[in-house]
């Protein structure tokens, strides 16, 4: 089991571009997450995906949008990337027992120059 | 919505010592709190976690405690060891469909 993969692990943009951050999961989990991690500030919840076909909002949205596209594929997407958005982005799945609680891909580092 | 806030930011230990950290949270709908750890350049990893039915859990070198009343929660990690040197993040959640972290505290365990 690969669990959750994410892609690309590194990435540079221009301010202004956009890009897609692509995460997949194969334990059958439900739910789904996107985080930024910044120093001092922890892990900050972007967006999530209760259940396939449902998104809402976290702690900080504003600049990003998501696509759950099944139950195994939950994208985050960049329309105009800002240095604010420099950071270390995870992205997590679970399901609905909580047995195990989160089990977190390996993370992108996204540089906004 | 859920605020967590942890203490300290920062802590040194000598190797063979106890460690505790310690978090607030303000939804007192919260009923679900995990400890995650973080090596320096990995993931996130599930230490151990307690549900808000329970007023304390072990697993080996770790307990976590729960206060409702006051909505704290604390870790205490003992007979510490240097690969406990890491980050550790204390969380809440509320109905189980997403987790609120706190900001991190960085461990260091000196041998």
């Known amino acids: 089991n690969a669990g959750v993969t994410q892609t690309p692990k590194f990435q540079v943009l221009k301010t202004g571009q956009s890009m897609t951050l692509q995460c997949a999961q194969d334990?059958?989990?439900?739910?789904m997450y996107w985080y930024r991690q910044d120093p001092g500030m922890g892990l900050r919840l972007i967006y999530y995906?209760?259940?396939?076909?449902?998104?809402d909002k976290g702690e900080v949205p504003n600049g990003y949008n998501v696509s759950r596209l099944n139950k195994r594929e939950f994208s985050l997407r960049l329309e105009s990337a800002a240095p604010s958005q420099t950071s270390v982005y995870f992205c997590a799945s679970s399901d609905y027992s909580w047995v195990d609680g989160y089990t977190f891909g390996s993370g992108t580092r996204l540089t906004v120059v | 919505g859920e605020n967590v806030e942890q203490h300290p930011s920062t802590l040194s230990v000598q190797e063979g010592d106890s460690a505790v950290i310690k978090c607030t949270y303000s939804d007192s709908a919260s009923n679900y709190f995990p400890w995650y750890k973080q090596e320096l350049g990995k993931r996130p990893q599930l230490i151990i976690d307690?549900?808000?039915?329970?007023g304390e859990k072990k697993d080996q070198r770790i307990a976590v405690t729960l206060n409702k009343t006051a909505k704290h929660f604390s870790l205490h990690i003992t007979e510490t060891q240097p690969e406990d040197s890491a980050v550790y993040f204390c969380?809440?959640?509320?109905?189980?469909?997403?987790?609120?972290f706190g900001p991190g505290t960085s461990l260091s365990v000196i041998p």
């Open positions: 995906s209760a259940s396939e076909g449902t998104t």
């Open positions: 307690i549900r808000s039915n329970v």
């Open positions: 969380a809440a959640s509320t109905s189980y469909d997403k987790v609120i």
């Open positions: 334990m059958n989990h439900n739910s």
